[in-house]
């Protein structure tokens, strides 16, 4: 009798474990590549993959609602508008088209970013008894140029264009051509959200993804020495 008693309490364990995974919906790790594919990468079948895993914790409407082309298409213009700034009215206008082309190759390095989940950790949430946080540990790494086209030297607002757009040509190159890996460690938490007795991860400033790198990848390009 005593070996049925340990073998039923096995078995209720067992069962137990069973039931606190599914409660589960997607693991930490899962959740965050859908976060990071979504903000960083810009991935529109990350964001719809998202949407749908948040959607019960949203009353079943869409957490994010982006239009990735328009965002990235407004970042461009205003890149290349405060670029363009510093130089002559009619340089700036003849070289338009390749200031466009030089943001659109350095912003697409950074989209095109990659990502490995080191480790996810359990901590407790000390705001909400009996929650937990989901701390991630991950790198992130990026390919730019090992050596980046000097500009014009000299007082931008005697540029000529033919010079500016010599540069931006090359510059724009450099980056379709990047030579040179660069790799980061970061670190990310997702907070337990439980809806019907489920569990979700979430974060409320996914945006922080971008921001932590931003810096890193700006600071990584090389100079022409």
């Keep these: 009798m005593k070996n049925y008693k340990i073998i039923f309490v096995l078995l209720l364990t067992m069962m137990g474990q069973l039931l606190s995974a599914q409660a589960e919906v997607k693991k930490p790790k899962e959740a965050f590549e859908l976060f990071f594919g979504t903000f960083v990468n810009n991935d529109e079948t990350a964001l719809n993959k998202l949407n749908d895993y948040l959607k ?29 700034s510093a130089f002559p009215k009619t340089t700036a206008s003849a070289c338009k088209k390749e200031a466009e082309d030089y943001f659109i190759a350095m912003f697409g390095n950074f989209k095109n970013g990659k990502l490995t ?22 790198t992130v790494s ?10 014009p030297e000299g007082d931008t607002k005697k540029v000529k264009a033919e010079d500016l757009k010599k540069y931006l040509i090359q510059a724009a190159q450099d980056f379709k051509n990047a030579d040179k890996t660069v790799i980061t460690d970061q670190n990310f938490n997702l907070y337990e959200l439980k809806e019907g007795g489920k569990v979700y991860y979430w974060s409320g400033s996914p945006d922080e993804i971008v921001s932590n790198l931003t ?11």
Excluded at 56 to 82: C, H, L, R, W
Excluded at 118 to 133: A, D, M
Excluded at 215 to 225: A, K, L, M, Q, W
């Design 142 to 151: 990026f390919q730019v140029p090992s050596k980046l086209t000097s500009g």
């Design 215 to 225: 810096d890193f990848y700006f600071e990584s390009f090389g100079t022409n020495e």
């Design 117 to 138: 989940v080191k480790n996810v950790k359990f901590v407790p949430n000390e705001y909400l008894e009996g929650e937990k946080i989901a701390e991630i540990s991950y």
């Design 56 to 84: 019960p914790t949203v009353e079943g409407q869409n957490a994010y609602q982006v239009d990735f082309k328009e965002t990235s298409q407004e970042m461009i213009n205003g890149s290349v508008e405060n670029f363009l």
